[in-house]
């Protein structure tokens, strides 16, 4: 498609949950971004390892999973429901194993489909797997062969959509962050990140054509979620977290520029900035992800949100039933709020609502605010390179929270101001080609990465 230059929503007051430009349709009848919000649930194993004696084991409890979400779905009256279930790395590693547990659980809403009328579609998520050797390879080796092998398998063997939540970068990331090095930050995130999601995307695009699926989003959940989970525990101050989100948008909208439609990852907090420049539909987490991870971002990331989703909940059992169940109900709620407030034209007050209960609570939630969205959206078209939209986004990060910091407002720390001026006044300090900053920025951490891996 070639990099997106200009915004397929301008205007923040456009940018609303249950709509989209570019609609998506898949599955049993399910549409996205078309005017309703659908639940997505996120459900995965209880703790336990998946080898070739447990994996009947697994299969029922895939099974079991679908089997009450869906029954669930149906009790409460919800016109559609997406399923989505990520690859534990067993499953990625082992191919066929992903593709059976498609194949139960296409069989389990063929099923409800034909009983019970529910429109459902199903996502899969491979795993990356390629990250766990370090230096990973990423463009060649056994795990980039399982992982295309995988989608292949899932494509064919009943996935709707297709979805990873790729790495490329990490293994420079993981040490950039904790250091508050922004250079590396950029480095990996922005400028190997957006080499390694060219390839990568390539590769899923054309698997999606040839299975007849949806390719569907990434996340920078590997950077930026990273980022949000230190701050949380305060190994990373909360202004360098919403950098970081600001840079994973630049990262993240390259799958759509090489051919996906979306829509995003759940866990892509970024989202909305896809939205914005892509005008794709968009899976959002918030409050309903708490079973996985806390942020401060509950309620405003559901602002644009097309599916509502939970993040990834094992199946456990709670009184009223196995947390999938449980969850779906959850979501069924909020959607049913969202698409009962579409109906009597008051989505606005919701959205706006949803907005300001978290805007000001911490500069990352400030960062899924509409008009924010499309100010970073606007900052990543207008450059070109994978560096310069990545340090476009994070300079524009850096303005927005001084803007909006203050008595009534933001309301930072001194610890936090002082990080923010050591940030912006590093971002200001890079130059501005990006072959000059490669080429220093490289050296510092050239034992952490193969350049062969990102077509260097």
């Given at each position: 498609?070639?990099?997106?230059?200009?915004?397929?929503?301008?205007?923040?007051?456009?940018?609303?949950?249950?709509?989209?430009?570019?609609?998506?349709?898949?599955?049993h009848g399910v549409r996205l971004g078309a005017g309703e919000v659908v639940p997505e649930i996120n459900y995965t194993l209880p703790p336990m390892q998946v080898t070739?004696?447990?994996?009947?084991?697994?299969?029922?409890?895939?099974?079991?999973?679908?089997?009450?979400?869906?029954?669930?779905?149906?009790?409460?009256?919800?016109?559609?429901?997406?399923?989505?279930?990520?690859?534990?790395?067993?499953?990625?590693?082992?191919?066929?194993?992903?593709?059976?547990?498609?194949?139960?659980?296409?069989?389990?809403?063929?099923?409800?489909?034909?009983?019970?009328?529910?429109?459902?579609?199903?996502?899969?998520?491979?795993?990356?797997?390629?990250?766990?050797?370090?230096?990973?390879?990423?463009?060649?080796?056994?795990?980039?062969?399982?992982?295309?092998?995988?989608?292949?398998?899932?494509?064919?063997?009943?996935?709707?959509?297709l979805a990873i939540e790729s790495t490329g970068g990490k293994e420079v990331s993981d040490r950039a962050m904790p250091e508050g090095d922004l250079a590396g930050c950029l480095f990996g995130v922005g400028y190997l990140g957006g080499r390694d999601m060219e390839f990568l995307w390539d590769n899923i695009v054309r698997i999606a054509r040839e299975t007849k699926t949806i390719a569907s989003g990434d996340t920078d959940c590997a950077h930026a979620n990273t980022a949000m989970r230190l701050s949380n525990m305060n190994y990373l101050?909360?202004?360098?977290?919403?950098?970081?989100?600001?840079?994973?948008a630049a990262r993240?909208?390259?799958?759509?520029e090489r051919g996906a439609v979306g829509p995003s990852k759940d866990c892509a907090y970024e989202g909305p900035v896809m939205k914005a420049i892509a005008g794709v539909p968009i899976s959002m987490e918030g409050k309903t992800s708490a079973c996985a991870h806390s942020s401060h971002m509950g309620n405003i990331a559901g602002a644009a949100a097309d599916l509502w989703s939970n993040e990834s909940v094992q199946n456990v059992r709670l009184l009223s039933g196995f947390a999938p169940e449980v969850f779906s109900e959850m979501l069924i709620y909020d959607c049913r709020l969202m698409n009962q407030?579409?109906?009597?034209?008051?989505?606005?007050?919701?959205?706006?609502?949803?907005?300001?209960?978290?805007i000001y609570r911490n500069?990352?939630?400030?960062?899924?605010?509409?008009?924010?969205?499309?100010?970073?959206g606007q900052a990543i078209v207008s450059q070109k390179t994978h560096y310069q939209r990545a340090r476009a986004a994070a300079l524009i990060a850096c303005e927005v929270m001084r803007r909006h910091n203050g008595p009534g407002k933001l309301s930072l720390p001194a610890r936090e101001l002082q990080w923010l001026d050591r940030i912006q006044a590093e971002l200001e300090a890079l130059p501005e080609d990006e072959e000059k900053f490669a080429a220093q920025t490289a050296r510092e951490y050239s034992e952490l990465f193969e350049p062969q891996s990102y077509g260097l």
């Open positions: 498609m070639g990099k997106f230059t200009s915004l397929a929503i301008a205007d923040p007051q456009e940018l609303i949950f249950g709509k989209a430009p570019r609609p998506v349709e898949c599955g070739p004696d447990t994996l009947p084991e697994a299969l029922d409890q895939f099974s079991q999973m679908a089997r009450s979400c869906l029954q669930r779905s149906v009790e409460l009256q919800a016109p559609a429901v997406v399923l989505e279930f990520e690859h534990v790395f067993e499953f990625t590693e082992n191919p066929g194993w992903g593709r059976a547990v498609t194949e139960k659980t296409r069989e389990i809403m063929e099923e409800f489909r034909d009983r019970d009328g529910i429109r459902s579609a199903l996502r899969v998520t491979v795993a990356d797997i390629r990250d766990r050797v370090r230096p990973p390879k990423r463009r060649s080796g056994e795990e980039l062969d399982n992982m295309l092998q995988s989608f292949e398998l899932c494509g064919r063997g009943g996935a709707d959509m101050p909360h202004v360098l977290a919403a950098v970081m989100r600001a840079v994973g993240s909208i390259v799958a759509y407030a579409i109906k009597e034209g008051r989505q606005m007050l919701l959205r706006d609502l949803l907005v300001r209960s978290d500069p990352q939630a400030l960062m899924l605010a509409p008009d924010v969205c499309v100010e970073l």
